[in-house]
Each structure stands twice: as structure tokens, then as C-alpha cells.
């Protein structure tokens, strides 16, 4: 049957959706829970600057099981996902997957990703009776610092969103590699220049400033937000190494994206200068 190959697409899109909710769901969980919901214990009207803060002895804090054990539980959580995230992505394994699944080996590494970062957001557990390293919900702070976090959060997003751009989403998807193989024109990564081929080699997180300030960007530094920041910093610094000419291909593919847009809204702009005084005249 000639219609059999188009099949694969079902999984794979079934893949794109679950992870493009999981990615919705990565908003709510790095950034609306930690700048509008996340506050420590006893935190639920602003303080003023002459009320002394309250003091911790760290080590009667790490012994202290209401503490110790929701942290551990998030520490498993960040190590499944940096292991998945991580195993699923070496040579060995990638040609294991795509023996046994062929093309859809790019959908099922991203479905895995997107249950892993389920897990995570699923099971996460906050530490509200623990201490703070910073709380701005206290006067003077409480209203700039949260607006000032919140839009730095929407920057940093925003960028992330542009950047998808520059990049293929859907091969990143694994939407194209099954689209590709349904027509019968081989690998779409066959077809990249050698530049692109260089990037992706280098390419683990594009994003890795933006997510750094996404984790660390917050009103409030809660115990469980300081692990999240510090063991993905520690993964995303080892996972980032992208040099100088990879940044140049990334300008010149951005620059090459403005050049198009730029292009689409003068030839609309110019439609309209066209069609406007005889649509005035018709009118």
C-alpha cells in the first residue's frame, strides 16, 4: 500500500503534540510558578524593611526531614532527565534507537525528553519551610523587583522563540525525517551544508544564557528553586560548546531570517501603495 509509509506520521505528530504541551508547560513551571506563586512560608503579605528577617542554622536545616527529603526527591528527578536527556543523545544509543525505529528515532528521543521534563514538573517538590537565599516580596521591593524579573523572564523567552526560528522545528521535532522518508528523499540532514552539519555536531542548548537567566531570575530563591538553578547550570555549562564560527553561521542565519521578513513586508507594503487609491476610486 502506497498510503503504509504515511503512518509514520501519526506517531510522530503525536510526539510534537505531547511535546509542544510539555514546552507550555516548561512556561508555567520555570517562570509564572517561581515570579506568582512560589513563596516561602509566612510570605503571604509583603514584610517591611525594619521586621528582622528570620535565621536559619544551616545544619539544623539539612538535618531536618521535611527539608532533606523533598530535596532528595528532586535531585532524583533532575538526574533522571539529565541522564535521558543525555544517554539518549550518544552515538551508541543513537544507532540503537534507529535500528530498531528507523526514522522515527528523532520523535521518540524528543517524546522521551518531553515524559522526563513531565516527571520533573509533575513530581517536583517545593521546600516551603525551609530558608530563603533572597526574598524581594518585602518593602521596598516587593512591586519592582517581581515586574522587573517578570520582564526579563518574557525577554529571555522571546529570544528563545526567535532562535527556534533560525533553526528547522519541525526536523528538530522529528516531523521531517518521517515527511522526508514517506517521499522517498532520504535523510533532510544529507541535504544541510557543512556549516549546519558543524552546528548540530556542537549544538546540545542554543539557549544557554537565556535559561541561565531564567533560572536564576527570580524574585524569590526558595531552597528547591536553588537546586533546579545550580544543577542545570552545572548541565548546561557542560553540555554548551558551541565556538566562534558556530555564533557566526547563528548571525548569519538570523540575518539571513530579517532579510526575508524584511523583503515580505516591503512587497506588502508596496501591494498596498498599489491597490489603495483604486480601491478608493471603486469605492
Known amino acids: ?90 552515538e551508541r544509543v543513537k544507532r540503537w534507537t534507529s535500528s530498531c525505529l528507523g526514522v522515527l528515532q528523532r520523535s521518540f528521543y524528543v517524546f522521551c525528553t518531553a515524559l522526563a521534563l513531565q516527571l520533573l514538573m509533575r513530581y517536583w517538590q517545593p521546600v516551603p519551610d525551609g530558608p530563603t537565599l533572597w526574598n524581594a516580596h518585602t518593602e521596598p521591593w516587593v512591586t519592582w523587583i517581581p515586574l522587573i524579573c517578570f520582564i526579563l523572564h518574557f525577554i529571555a523567552w522571546l529570544v528563545i522563540f526567535s532562535i527556534v526560528l533560525i533553526f528547522d522545528y519541525a526536523e528538530l521535532m522529528g516531523i521531517k525525517q518521517v515527511y522526508y522518508h514517506c517521499l522517498g528523499m532520504g535523510d533532510p540532514l544529507a541535504v544541510k551544508s557543512t556549516r549546519a552539519v558543524r552546528l ?29 538553578a545550580l544543577l542545570f547550570t552545572a548541565y548546561l555549562t557542560c553540555a554548551h560548546s558551541l565556538d566562534q564560527q558556530d555564533y557566526l553561521y547563528l548571525r548569519a542565519q538570523l540575518d539571513k531570517k530579517f532579510q526575508v521578513f524584511s523583503r515580505e513586508e516591503a512587497a506588502y507594503g508596496d501591494l ?5 487609491p483604486s480601491t478608493y476610486k471603486e469605492n
Do not use: K
Not at 509514520?8 to 512556561?27: K, R
Not at 506568582?36 to 544551616?58: M, N
Not at 498596498?272 to 489603495?276: D, I, K, P, S
Open 272 to 276: 498596498l501603495a498599489q491597490n489603495g
Open 1 to 90: 500500500m502506497a498510503f503504509l509509509p504515511f503512518l509514520l506520521l501519526v506517531p510522530a505528530l503525536l510526539s510534537f503534540l505531547f511535546t509542544f504541551g510539555t514546552g507550555v508547560e516548561l512556561i508555567r513551571f520555570i517562570s509564572l510558578r517561581a515570579l506568582f506563586v512560589q513563596q516561602p512560608a509566612g510570605a503571604g503579605a509583603p514584610q517591611h524593611r525594619a521586621d528582622p528577617a528570620p535565621s536559619y542554622e544551616w545544619r539544623a536545616v539539612l538535618r531536618d526531614p521535611n527539608i532533606v527529603h523533598p530535596l532528595m526527591m528532586d535531585v532524583g528527578l533532575i538526574v533522571l532527565f539529565i541522564l535521558q536527556h543525555s544517554l539518549m543523545a550518544t
Open 200 to 228: 548540530y555536531s556542537h549544538l546540545r542548548h542554543p539557549v544557554y544564557l537565556e535559561f541561565l537567566l531564567l533560572l536564576w531570575g527570580v524574585p524569590c530563591l526558595s531552597l528547591d528553586r536553588l537546586l533546579l
